[in-house]
């Protein structure tokens, strides 16, 4: 599932080619993706385009925004003209733009969704009301340290749980976990103030690597100009199951934790 550089990644994009840019209109292919009105959505410009966690908000000039999530398998290219590989059988929803540009969005597994609204109630959707504090904002080592002594659950589980903090998933939470040498097996609550804080830093350190590669294309992202992002090939433990780890040398085991596939180094993650 995409995370917060990937997210960001595609927001970046879409900035570049939608902001200024006109929505002549917004074409919707697949009912499962939205049964929004899209008269609020004809002849539009594009104002700004945000992220909320791992989901985005292209306002427009009218009061209105647009809000998409990706989910799993979403994706949104833009192209400057039609005559290309797309769109596919995969493509749910079409932006036809000025000058004949089009922003596809394409969705295998069919869990995204696009919402129409006021600008002004973006927040209280439901998805974005309830996600928590966000790395690069207004994350903080304290807030960190706080919900972990508050917490039973595994540490991996809580720093992923959305509504505790915002935009990591299983990628960056194995890779954070590595880096700051703490087990993704152990209890949130019995971590130290030394370890939640050098954990801290090590989110920030595995998002921004994260950022510098152009996300994490080991399933199907890609960004807003339709290419792959390149960290899947500099992760520290994230499907290397085998290989060295990259702080100790010996050999990353994979487990479970809350069901989900955890990969760890048993030398120096304690
Ligand atoms: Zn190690």
């Keep these: 599932m995409p995370e917060l550089p990937e997210v960001e990644t595609i927001r970046r994009g879409l900035e570049k080619h939608l902001v200024g840019k006109k929505i002549n209109e917004l074409e919707i292919l697949d009912l499962k993706l939205s049964k929004e009105n899209l008269s609020h959505v004809k002849s539009v410009k594009v104002t700004t385009v945000r992220r909320f966690g791992k989901g985005l908000v292209i306002e427009l000039d009218n009061e209105y925004s647009i809000a998409v999530h990706i989910k799993m398998t979403g994706q949104l290219i833009f192209k400057q003209n039609k005559q290309d590989i797309l769109p596919d059988k995969h ?65 991996k589980t809580l720093i992923m749980d959305q509504r505790k903090i915002s935009g990591i998933g299983n990628i960056y939470a194995n890779d954070a976990l590595n880096l700051a040498k703490i087990n993704p097996s152990r209890k949130a609550k019995f971590l130290t103030e030394k370890e939640t804080n050098k954990l801290y830093l090590s989110i920030l350190e595995v998002l921004n690597r994260g950022l510098k590669y152009g996300g994490s294309s080991e399933v199907n992202y890609v960004n807003a100009d339709g290419n792959k992002g390149k960290y899947q090939n500099h992760s520290f433990v994230y499907n290397r199951e085998g290989e060295n780890c990259l702080n100790c040398g010996s050999k990353i085991k994979k487990t479970k934790v809350s069901g989900r596939g955890t990969y760890f180094c048993e030398s120096c993650q304690k």
């Design 91 to 155: 493509t749910r929803a079409i932006f036809k733009l000025e000058n004949a540009a089009v922003l596809y969005f394409n969705d295998i597994r069919r869990f995204g969704w696009i919402k129409i609204l006021k600008t002004d109630e973006v927040g209280r959707l439901p998805f974005f009301k309830n996600l928590g504090p966000e790395p690069f904002k207004n994350l903080t080592p304290r807030y960190l340290q706080e919900i972990s002594q508050k917490s039973n659950l595994p540490i």
